[in-house]
């Protein structure tokens, strides 16, 4: 994994990743998610966004 | 609506740009409001963020991974973000911050980062055991693991250990 801030700047019309690199993290992804989590429950968009917001919330809510 | 929005939540769905920025999206909105400040983030540092993460997941066999690799793309995913200057936060009171709030306007890309990695950590970790893998956290804590970060982003495969995040893989 290597980072450089030099990078020609995305002007926004090209994805940012290519898409076959995207696609192959998008299968590793769904194989992670199908090897290490069979029985994951299925969580429409707006649940998750839900959880996110809450389980960081509490995670930093400490003070 | 993208392809990655229709049906249900999935890991995935990250490795989609538009997944990914709504994630982290909600992630800044999540850390800036309870302490009363606006997120600002950076359109193309995200981007290259994004791009690193991606970058991160090649060349692995998606035949033979296991609960490892989901640790590994986590830490990642942290690492990635630290990289790359995505937000700042910006009080939207004059009252003096507390200590949580002075964490994160000091470490604002670090902690976001590690929140938007622990939080794809949690969900899971939660949705398989069944327990809350994560402990509110005191702002000594989260500060010194937003210091670690900063100060080397390879810090993010201690994620775990940093935010005190249980595990159920010994």
Sequence with gaps: MSASDDRPVSTGAEPAAGADRAAAARALLAAIDAQVFPDARRIP??????????????????? | MLHADVGAWHLAALADEASFNRH?????????????????????????????WIDSLQGIDAEAV???????????LIASLARHPVVVYSPTTAEAPDRMAAAILKYP?????????????????????????????????????????????EAAVRFRELMRLATPWS
């Design chain 2, 24 to 52: 982290y999206a909600t992630v800044a909105a999540a850390i800036a409001e309870p302490i009363a400040a606006r997120a600002d983030i950076n359109a193309a540092a995200r981007r290259h963020a994004f791009a690193d």
């Design chain 1, 45 to 63: 968009f707006y649940e998750q966004s839900v959880l996110i917001r809450r389980a960081v919330i509490r995670l930093l809510g400490d003070g």
């Design chain 2, 109 to 153: 890309n670090e902690v976001t980062a590690l929140a938007s990695g622990a939080a794809v950590y949690l969900l899971r970790i939660r949705d398989m055991t069944g327990v809350d893998p994560g402990v509110p956290l005191s702002a000594l804590l989260v500060e010194n693991a937003a210091a670690n970060l900063r100060r080397d982003a």
């Design chain 2, 66 to 76: 296991g609960h490892r690799h989901f640790i590994a793309a986590c830490a990642s």
